[in-house]
């Protein structure tokens, strides 16, 4: 089993920045990505930004230009760094590791952490 708690989340006036952050814990492969979704009041979960153990950088082209994905491998951490923050960040930003083994993966969630950009 793997546990994912973000942090980070909060009020921000649009304009600002904030700096959100995921730490996992329990069984990790070596292989694995680890990713920011959102779901904003009434929609659906969307991908934000991916990261690969690798490196290798996946972003929604919405959030191109304002927001950085990075990771701490020795801490097992994944951040999202958001600039320019939007009213339309506003939502619950929820944080994915999976594992991968042979082409096969297995995807763990965190409960969320809540951003709200006022205008």
């Known amino acids: 089993q793997v546990q994912l708690v973000e942090s980070g989340g909060g009020l921000v006036q649009a304009g600002g920045s904030l700096r959100l952050s995921c730490a996992a814990s329990g069984s990790i492969f070596s292989a694995n990505d680890m990713g920011w979704y959102r779901q904003a009041p009434g929609k659906q979960r969307d ?12 972003y929604a082209d919405s959030v191109k230009g304002r927001f950085t ?6 801490k097992n951490t994944v951040y999202l760094q958001i600039n320019s923050v939007e009213p339309e960040d506003t939502a ?15 995807d763990y969630w965190g409960k969320g952490t809540l951003v709200t950009v006022s205008s």
Do not use: Q
């Not at 619950?92 to 297995?106: A, E, F, P």
């Open 69 to 74: 994905i990075s990771r701490d491998n020795v």
């Open 92 to 106: 619950v930003y929820y944080c994915k590791l999976t594992n991968m083994y042979l082409g096969y993966g297995v």
């Open 47 to 58: 991908l934000v930004a991916s990261i690969t153990s690798g490196g290798r950088i996946n």
